[in-house]
């Protein structure tokens, strides 16, 4: 199913991914699930569950529900898990490393294909975990054009005052998709997908609810 950005929400496919997680650990101790029950491990409403997994099709069945295994494989498929994703990372500072000593962390169907730096220092530097070598940033676009599976996804980062830079070279090189783990606010193309992790951003948001937690509803 292909799908227009404007067709559906961020809020959607984050509750996909989080629909995806929650059943992962059901289906260890049961076999169906109802929207009532997600629902409520999801603190959501059963219309909303219900309402989030028809923008994609019918996969229940009404009075039962979702057989578990079912729904996952079909979740994992709309997210395009369900096969392995080339990955290349660009920036190997400290947040670059944090990934490449753990690549699991980046969960099933992504797989790191290259890692590329400016740093001399680093360029040809081995990655025991991932069996390969730091490669010049130089030669992003020769490694992608080269690749024998598409490479459309990038894992970005480097240092602030080089995202710009880097994030359009990555574009013109043929990268569709980009994790953007810096703080630096993009401004790329509309076709291009961005996804941006800002760890301070999340802390400031966990430390207001922490601060303010006897105000939320039990």
Known sequence: MKLKKNDISDRVVQRLTNYLSILKEVRKYEEGINSIELSKIMDTTSAQ???DLSTFGEFGVRGKG??????IEIIEEI?????VNDVIIVGHGKMGEMITSNSKVLGKGFKIVGVFDK???KI??????LKMEIKNVEE???FIKNSSEAVETAILAVVKDQAQIAAEKLIRSGIKAILNMTTYKLELPKNIVVVDIDISAKLQELNFWRLNINDREE
């Open 140 to 142: 992003v676009e020769d």
């Open 49 to 51: 569950v219900r309402k």
């Open 66 to 71: 979702y057989d578990i295994e079912k729904l």
């Open 124 to 129: 040809g530097e081995k990655i025991p975990d």
């Open 119 to 121: 740093d001399k220092k």
């Open 79 to 83: 997210l395009g898990i369900n096969k």
